[in-house]
């Protein structure tokens, strides 16, 4: 039986900074606060 290869891990992005207190937006928040903006005509 063949091992399968572990997935790598890809290292932080030097360029982005991570503030204390501060998450990343999630998709749910994401859509939610597209879902309350007015709708836009075609």
Do not use: N, Y
């Amino acid at each position: 039986m063949k091992r399968k290869d572990l997935p790598a891990i890809t290292a932080p992005d030097p360029d982005q900074i991570m503030m204390v207190g501060v998450a990343p937006v999630s998709v749910g928040e994401r859509l939610g606060w597209l879902a309350g903006q007015p709708m836009q005509p075609p």
